[in-house]
């Protein structure tokens, strides 16, 4: 059975920074792509960011110039470097998982087929 979990999440203040991690296990695609999702209170999920495996990323409009998803090399962990907060950047953030699929397509959550359970992030002014 495979894993997500999601860590790092927490309280800041604006302009602040955070670093989320997820931990992949079990799940085995020969060509992959990791995503990081986020939904607010009353809102849909909106994708923030899309890692293919090659290293090759797509970014949310909202979160462009800020926030950065890279992967660790040789192990299955993915981050989201989160810098210069802002109260609409506070969500349940999740990371997802499924086969490689097009990076204009990467920020649509309808692609993955595994999920975490998500980790908290709270920015307040």
């Known amino acids: 059975q495979g894993q997500l979990v999601e860590s790092g999440g927490g309280s800041v203040q604006v302009g602040e920074s955070l670093r989320l991690s997820c931990v992949i296990s079990?799940?085995?695609?020969?060509?992959?792509?990791v995503a990081w999702f986020r939904q607010a209170p009353g809102k849909e999920r909106e994708g923030v960011a899309v890692i293919h495996q090659d290293g090759a990323t797509n970014y949310g409009d909202s979160v462009k110039g800020r926030f950065t998803i890279s992967k660790h090399n040789g192990k299955h962990i993915f981050y989201l470097q989160m810098n210069a907060l802002r109260p609409e950047d506070t969500a349940m953030y999740y990371c997802?998982?499924?086969?490689?699929?097009?990076?204009?397509?990467?920020?649509?959550?309808?692609?993955?087929?595994?999920w975490g359970q998500g980790t908290q992030v709270s920015v307040s002014s």
């Open positions: 997802a998982t499924g086969p490689m699929i097009p990076l204009v397509a990467g920020l649509n959550s309808q692609w993955y087929q595994y």
């Open positions: 079990g799940y085995t695609y020969t060509k992959y792509c």
